[in-house]
């Protein structure tokens, strides 16, 4: 499957964002979709999880509370709607799919991103 990040821009430290993950080649519902994210000089960080099958969601502590994943099946789209953004929130934002379990994407290197989308957040 091919993923597509969008959504991104730039807001307010306080404001709220929605960022999509587009699929494309297969059904979404076959995956687990992670975001994760690299802000500038540092080592990128898993961001949260959608499981496939029940849906399950997961989130990293630093935005546990403000961000919310869920899966727009029809439109084999996977959002992330984060709230309460912070100048830490600022990074480049990327979706991954894989077959594996929420909790093993957390750890797991991958080899290919596709390009992300950019989040700034001024305070």
């Known amino acids: 499957v091919q993923l597509q990040a969008y959504g991104g821009g730039l807001v307010q430290a306080g404001e709220s964002l929605r960022l999509s993950c587009a699929g494309f080649?297969?059904?979404?519902?076959?995956?687990?979709i992670s975001w994760f994210r690299q802000a500038p000089g540092k080592e990128r960080e898993w961001v949260s999880c959608?499981?496939?099958?029940?849906?399950?969601?997961y989130y990293a502590d630093s935005v546990e509370g403000r961000f919310t994943v869920s899966k727009d099946v029809p439109k084999n789209t996977v959002h992330l709607q984060m709230d309460d953004l912070k100048s830490e929130d600022t990074a480049v934002y990327y979706c991954?799919?894989?077959?594996?379990?929420?909790?093993?994407?957390?750890?797991?290197?991958?080899?290919?991103w596709g390009q992300g989308t950019l989040v700034t957040v001024s305070s």
């Open positions: 991954v799919a894989d077959r594996a379990f929420c909790t093993m994407m957390r750890t797991r290197s991958y080899d290919t």
């Open positions: 080649g297969s059904s979404l519902d076959r995956y687990a």
């Open positions: 959608i499981s496939r099958g029940d849906f399950s969601t």
